[in-house]
């Protein structure tokens, strides 16, 4: 399962790569440019919807299909997708890559409604947090060599001289889609565990009843919103002269920096929910840090890196104040995150890149955290509930394009706006939305 993990993450960043290359070889503005993660985070939705609609009359799919089937089936149809940029590269037609990126994103729906619950009910609830933070660290690993293989290969190896620009993205798609077809047959025959019980929901909508339910759904969509408006962003923010003037290439780079910096707050976040003894934890908490920065100024150099170890510091310490609940630890780093963004707006410069790159750290925890405090104590109807969460990863749709839209009129920098007012209201679900009505079900009989 972390394998699916790791795929859809190195995937999805890849839409960061696609940005600044469909925005030269296409002529974009900012708004259009977007439309990229409009057409992948609106198939979630979409996608999801679907899912909910058809579990709410006929029952939950997953229940009849399987977990595995359910896999499968979602790696076909990213299969497809990725097929789709040989020939919208060939006809140079941005909308036929809209269409491609869609199909991708309709096959990632269902992976995440697969996956996801099937990682929380492998254990027991309270440790849920943990296991998830566990598996999105595998995401994490996908999102930051994303960035540095995407840069190389769209912006370099395949960007060949005198050719459209569009034409530099036809082979690595090609290759996800051999990829996507050759793990469809890996699962195909590969045995996993039945969670007897679990996915047997009632019909109706029981899901929208309970408030932490329906406000989880909103935080999933500021936190996904609010984290791909700054990846979306980030290498034409760092290209700015007014903040560091680097060029796509070396803005790659830090890119890979941002998601890394989830990587590692999401192993720490694993190791801090869990349930191991307080001395095996705090030794673990210590060293991955540690660890990653030895890798960092290894990789990078000293002199790049030792920029990036006050926020590493940063995070064992909100660690230290989150005391292994998933709420609290939501809130601290959420509003740390705002803070980032306020300077990151007020001021310019070198301060400004760190600032927004060092979000990537302290956003790490907030998918697993809300998708667990969602579903905690949800039983027979964990499945809905998981569809509907899924289905708000169509705030990456929105808020991209919002704040593509600020920054045509006000500017890159002030449009930083849009992810402060996105974890804002994430910090609310951690401080109290999570508790709203939020009463245990019986699990499927």
Not at 61 to 82: D, E, Q
Not at 173 to 191: K, W
């Amino acid at each position: 399962m972390t394998v699916l993990f790791f795929l859809w993450g190195f995937m999805t960043v890849f839409n960061d790569i696609l940005i600044p290359r469909f925005k030269e070889a296409f002529t974009l503005n900012y708004f259009q440019a977007m439309l990229v993660q409009f057409a992948f985070f609106g198939a979630y939705f979409i996608g999801a919807l679907l899912y909910y609609l058809i579990s709410a009359v006929a029952g939950d799919p997953i229940a009849r299909i399987g977990y595995k089937n359910g896999v499968v089936i979602g790696l076909l149809i990213s299969a497809a997708g990725s097929a789709l940029f040989w020939p919208a590269a060939d006809a140079l037609s941005y909308t036929l890559f809209l269409v491609a990126l869609f199909v991708v994103g309709l096959g990632f729906a269902m992976l995440q409604i697969a996956a996801n619950p099937y990682v929380t009910i492998l254990g027991p609830e309270r440790t849920a947090s943990s296991r998830l933070n566990l598996a999105q660290a595998f995401n994490s690993v996908g999102t930051t060599i994303g960035p540095l293989i995407g840069g190389y290969l769209i912006f370099q190896y395949f960007a060949k001289t005198g050719a459209h620009g569009a034409e530099s993205v036809k082979v690595p798609y090609i290759a996800f889609c051999v990829v996507f077809l050759v793990l469809a047959g890996v699962f195909l025959f590969t045995h996993l565990p039945d969670i007897a019980g679990e996915g047997k929901i009632e019909r109706g909508v029981g899901a929208l009843k309970h408030p932490h339910v329906v406000l989880g759904v909103l935080a999933i969509f500021m936190y996904v919103g609010g984290e791909v408006s700054i990846g979306s962003s980030i290498i034409n923010f760092l290209g700015q002269k007014s903040v560091a003037g680097l060029d796509p290439v070396e803005a790659s780079k830090y890119v890979s920096l941002f998601w890394g910096g989830m990587l590692i707050g999401r192993f720490m976040g694993a190791v801090e929910l869990s349930e191991m003894r307080k001395a095996n934890k705090q030794l673990l908490l210590a060293a991955i840090p540690i660890v990653a920065f030895g890798i960092l100024a290894a990789l990078r150099g000293w002199a790049i890196v030792r920029n990036y170890l006050p926020f590493l510091a940063v995070c064992w310490l909100l660690f230290q104040f989150g005391k292994a609940l998933a709420g609290r630890t939501l809130v601290i780093f959420s509003a740390t995150i705002m803070l980032l963004l306020v300077v990151a707006i007020v001021f310019g410069g070198r301060l400004a890149m760190w600032c927004v790159v060092g979000v990537g750290l302290f956003t790490s925890i907030g998918w697993p955290n809300i998708f667990s405090l969602a579903l905690e104590g949800m039983g027979v109807y964990k499945s809905q509930v998981s569809s509907l969460l899924v289905m708000a990863i169509l705030g990456g749709a929105l808020l991209p394009p919002l704040q593509g839209h600020i920054a045509d009129v006000a500017g890159l920098q002030l449009s930083y706006i849009v992810p402060l007012v996105a974890y804002a209201y994430v910090a609310f679900y951690g401080w109290k939305g999570h508790t709203f009505g939020n009463r245990r079900l019986p699990e499927a009989a």
